[in-house]
């Protein structure tokens, strides 16, 4: 069974939005395991409404917090524990495209870091990351922290206007695959998105 963990440099990079696109490409199911923050709408909805998928294709998140901030803070105010063994990766009939939390340093409890998780998980992970300025700095850190935990690492997928060096840079530096770019869309729905992931992203062999 293909699947995809889809982290980012930062948080609002656009993981959403592209995984979102990935899980409507490859027809497959989507999962957010940690939601910090529902206002106005958590990153299920937004996947719902852009991927074109059928509801039963968005699984539900393992945590929903109120609040939008680092997932062990948000845990912390809505006074719930953070636990390995709920964030188990679901069973499911097709491809699953998991979204992580923010950036890859990014702690999900007082112990645990989202690349700490991606280990546990141990499945291929695609890191998104801006084209323009600082991205050179975000995605080289955030693949040797990925790197020194030993997380397998599909490749990195752009996202925004065209930068040739940056998009060259990048991977020769990290040595990891490079997926192609999403680029910024005006118009953000199911079909400008298929249309423009199907033409900017190449899907890695898994
Ligand atoms: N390719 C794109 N074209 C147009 N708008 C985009 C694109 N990618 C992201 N955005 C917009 O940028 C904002 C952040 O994107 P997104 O929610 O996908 O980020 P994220 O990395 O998933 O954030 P989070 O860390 O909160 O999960 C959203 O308003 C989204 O609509
Ligand atoms: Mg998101």
Known sequence: MSLFVVTGTDTGIGKTVFAAGLAGAIGGYYWKPIQAGVDPEGDSETVAR???L????ILPEAYRLSTPASPHLAARIDGVEIRLDRLALPAVDGPLVVEGAGGVL??????????????????????CARTGLGTINHSL????????????????????????ENERIIPALGRVANL???????ALDPASLATAFAAGIKLPAI
């Not at 059928?54 to 294709?57: G, K, N, S, V």
């Not at 990014?106 to 992970?125: C, E, I, N, Q, Y």
């Not at 955030?142 to 996202?159: Q, Y």
């Open 54 to 57: 059928p509801a039963r294709r």
């Open 106 to 127: 990014v702690p999900v409890s007082g112990t645990m870091l989202m690349a700490d998780l991606f280990a546990h998980w141990s499945k291929p992970v695609i890191l």
């Open 141 to 164: 850190l955030s693949i040797e922290a990925l790197r020194a935990r030993g997380v397998p690492i599909a490749g990195i997928a752009f996202i925004g206007d065209p930068h040739a």
């Open 180 to 186: 192609g770019r999403l680029p910024h869309l005006r």
């Open 50 to 52: 852009l991927s074109g």
